[in-house]
């Protein structure tokens, strides 16, 4: 349920509501809006009714939201969220480029990705210490010693940390050293996973899975924003079709349709999406065009030799053409790449 608060509704007016609603054991989430002031009601709110509400000073209107999502849902909050890390804001006016290896490696090959990125002017590196991989014989990771090198690296470049968690055991160990926690398409429905996750305050990019459908990817995002923590980041990465060319089919659509059903902000992963570096920056500019938030892309000084995801990492010549395209495009659309 919303309860939609008169342009005139005084301060006093909107705590009673709030009030009221406690006391009926519901929980409130006031937003006040450039336009409107709402307040969304979550709890099993089948038994409430609106006439509890619709006459009390200063409500215009009470709403039920039909959507099994409350707290993602453009109904209760309109305007667009932006989630700050590291110095960028990830949502509507920025086009944010998270970009970095698959793998951490070596610290030679995070430093020179840390390097290329300040020295584009970007501010978030990602890479992966903790892999999911489909299989228990390739490469899982560096582990803890992989997040040193990573932040390290970071630290030395002024960049911030976006980095996956694989297990609900390892949130503490890797939120120590990362800005953004990542969940991995594996993980999207991990709800131990999500229920740790929403004890932190971290901003969290929750990747859609390769079979779960928009509604079932706001409702995982709805499990960390029921935990307590606001601050998610939806990314798009391919869902599993029929198509082999490409390792996943980008689904492009799942941007607009996003935003017109949340107002948390949504980047696409145009690397896991497209499996080959050859599409990565036509669906990199795909993102920008369709309306995305940013992009989280990988790259690698050597591809060829890369221990995970080589085929589809941009090397750094190739990277700094799509930055170059994207920067063109960028303000064309009303944004900026940072
Ligand atoms: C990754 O970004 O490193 C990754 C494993 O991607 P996904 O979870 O989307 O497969
Ligand atoms: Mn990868």
Same mark, same amino acid.
Request: hydrophobic share 40%.
């Given at each position: 349920m919303i309860l939609i608060f008169k342009k005139d509704a005084t301060e006093e007016d909107i705590q009673s509501a709030l009030r009221k609603i406690e006391v009926l054991g519901y929980t409130p989430h006031l937003s006040r809006g450039a336009v409107k002031t709402i307040c969304g009601v979550t709890g099993d709110d089948r038994a409430l009714d609106e006439s509890e509400f619709d006459q009390m000073p200063g409500v215009e209107s009470v709403l039920r939201v039909l959507k099994p999502y409350k707290l993602a849902s453009r109904e209760f909050h309109p305007d667009p969220t932006r989630i700050p890390v590291g110095g960028v804001s990830i949502g509507p006016g920025s086009f944010a480029v998270i970009a970095g290896p698959c793998s951490v490696e070596t610290e030679g090959q995070v430093e020179s990705s840390a390097e290329l990125l300040q020295h584009c002017g970007l501010k978030l590196i990602r890479g992966g210490a903790f892999k999911p991989r489909s299989s228990p014989y390739s490469f899982q990771g560096l582990g803890e010693q992989g997040l040193q090198i990573l932040s390290a690296a970071a630290k030395r470049h002024g960049l911030t940390v976006v980095t996956e968690v694989l297990s609900e055991y390892d949130v503490d160990l890797v939120s120590r050293y990362a800005g953004v926690l990542q969940v991995g398409a594996r993980n999207m429905q991990n709800f131990a996973l999500l229920k740790a996750l929403g004890e932190t305050r971290t901003p969290v990019l929750l990747k859609r899975s390769m079979m779960g459908t928009i509604e079932e990817l706001l409702l995982s995002? =709805?499990?960390?924003?029921?935990?307590?923590?606001? +601050? !998610?980041?939806?990314?798009?990465? #391919?869902?599993?079709?029929? =198509? @082999?060319?490409?390792?996943? @089919?980008? $689904? *492009? #659509?799942?941007? /607009?349709? *996003?935003?017109?059903?949340?107002?948390?902000?949504? *980047? !696409?992963? /145009?690397? +896991? &999406?497209? #499996?080959?570096? +050859?599409?990565?920056? %036509? &669906?990199?500019? %795909?993102?920008? &065009?369709?309306? &995305?938030?940013?992009?989280? !892309?990988?790259? +690698?000084?050597?591809?060829?030799?890369?221990?995970? $995801? #080589?085929?589809q990492s941009l090397n750094y010549p190739h990277f700094e053409d799509l930055l170059t395209r994207l920067k063109d495009l960028a303000p064309h659309l009303g944004t900026a790449v940072n």
């Amino acid at each position: 349920m919303i309860l939609i608060f008169k342009k005139d509704a005084t301060e006093e007016d909107i705590q009673s509501a709030l009030r009221k609603i406690e006391v009926l054991g519901y929980t409130p989430h006031l937003s006040r809006g450039a336009v409107k002031t709402i307040c969304g009601v979550t709890g099993d709110d089948r038994a409430l009714d609106e006439s509890e509400f619709d006459q009390m000073p200063g409500v215009e209107s009470v709403l039920r939201v039909l959507k099994p999502y409350k707290l993602a849902s453009r109904e209760f909050h309109p305007d667009p969220t932006r989630i700050p890390v590291g110095g960028v804001s990830i949502g509507p006016g920025s086009f944010a480029v998270i970009a970095g290896p698959c793998s951490v490696e070596t610290e030679g090959q995070v430093e020179s990705s840390a390097e290329l990125l300040q020295h584009c002017g970007l501010k978030l590196i990602r890479g992966g210490a903790f892999k999911p991989r489909s299989s228990p014989y390739s490469f899982q990771g560096l582990g803890e010693q992989g997040l040193q090198i990573l932040s390290a690296a970071a630290k030395r470049h002024g960049l911030t940390v976006v980095t996956e968690v694989l297990s609900e055991y390892d949130v503490d160990l890797v939120s120590r050293y990362a800005g953004v926690l990542q969940v991995g398409a594996r993980n999207m429905q991990n709800f131990a996973l999500l229920k740790a996750l929403g004890e932190t305050r971290t901003p969290v990019l929750l990747k859609r899975s390769m079979m779960g459908t928009i509604e079932e990817l706001l409702l995982s995002a =709805e499990y960390i924003m029921k935990g307590g923590n606001p +601050h !998610v980041i939806l990314c798009e990465r #391919g869902i599993r079709t029929f =198509e @082999t060319e490409t390792r996943n @089919t980008l $689904d *492009i #659509g799942a941007v /607009p349709a *996003i935003k017109r059903l949340s107002h948390l902000p949504i *980047i !696409v992963d /145009p690397s +896991h &999406a497209m #499996g080959t570096w +050859h599409y990565v920056p %036509a &669906a990199s500019m %795909a993102a920008l &065009a369709a309306g &995305a938030d940013g992009i989280i !892309v990988e790259i +690698h000084p050597n591809p060829p030799e890369a221990k995970s $995801d #080589g085929k589809q990492s941009l090397n750094y010549p190739h990277f700094e053409d799509l930055l170059t395209r994207l920067k063109d495009l960028a303000p064309h659309l009303g944004t900026a790449v940072n």
